[in-house]
């Protein structure tokens, strides 16, 4: 009966609403740091949950788990510890569809300014924060990677214990939806590349390597003024992509 009073007095200063004991304790969690809570009522809604039966068993009484409406202590021993893995599998694929809502995003933008999933460890990005991503939307395909947009690259996370989180928690859409949300921090991309030089002179091979790709963005450059697209401070992919879907449209 002791637990039902902590449980009762526990007060969070998570931002969610509906604030739950096992979620705070699975956000609680070492290596869980890169997930948001999820509301109350967006799990209880079957509608937010479909086609997920198929990824994991008992979905009524995991989402009861989840929302404390039922005790996972007072569940069979044998089966505790399944019905642990299979609902933290399941906050994990309800999260990954939560974060592309509106409320979703909002809660994200809040860990993004704070720097909660780490800076681009990319020298010329200048310690740009990260946001997570999966390579797939399947489950148990591929570990979460981190995407860097004034780069535009991926990375492993540096921890471990974010190494071995699902990328499918997060889903593939992710950054893309983040920006389209939240066009006002997409960073200006940089032209800064790293060429290996010896007392000051650069070596032969890469030397003919960065002219070589000097050449390719300066006519790149050339053939996008052409069709009229912005060139220069030229922010993340995702407005570069929005000009030109106009411009293909327009002919």
Known sequence: ?????????????????????????????KGNEYFCDIDEEYIRDRFNLTGL???????????????????????????????ELNARI???LIHARYILTSRGLNKMFEKYRNGDFGYCPRVHCQ????????LNDQPRLASV??????CEDLY?????????????????????MFFQNFPQVIPTHVKETYVPKVFGFKL????????????????????????????????GGFISNKNTEKKETET
């Open 1 to 29: 009966m002791a637990n039902v009073n902590t449980n009762e007095e526990y007060i969070s200063d998570s931002s969610s609403d509906f604030t739950e004991y096992w979620i705070d304790l699975f956000l609680g969690i």
């Open 53 to 83: 039966n198929q990824e994991v068993s008992k979905l009524p009484t995991l989402i009861d788990i989840i929302t404390d409406l039922v005790d996972i202590e007072q569940q069979p021993e044998e089966h505790k510890d399944a019905l």
């Open 90 to 92: 399941l906050y994990g």
């Open 127 to 134: 310690l740009h924060p990260l946001l997570p991503v999966g």
């Open 145 to 150: 990677k981190l995407y860097c947009a004034k």
């Open 156 to 176: 492993n996370p540096k921890s471990g214990r974010h190494s071995v989180v699902d990328g499918a928690y997060f889903g593939t859409s992710f950054p893309a």
């Open 204 to 235: 032969h091979d890469y030397s003919k390597l960065n002219r070589w790709r000097e050449l390719q963005r300066v006519k790149l450059e050339k053939r996008l003024a052409k069709d009229g697209i912005k060139i220069e401070n030229v922010v």
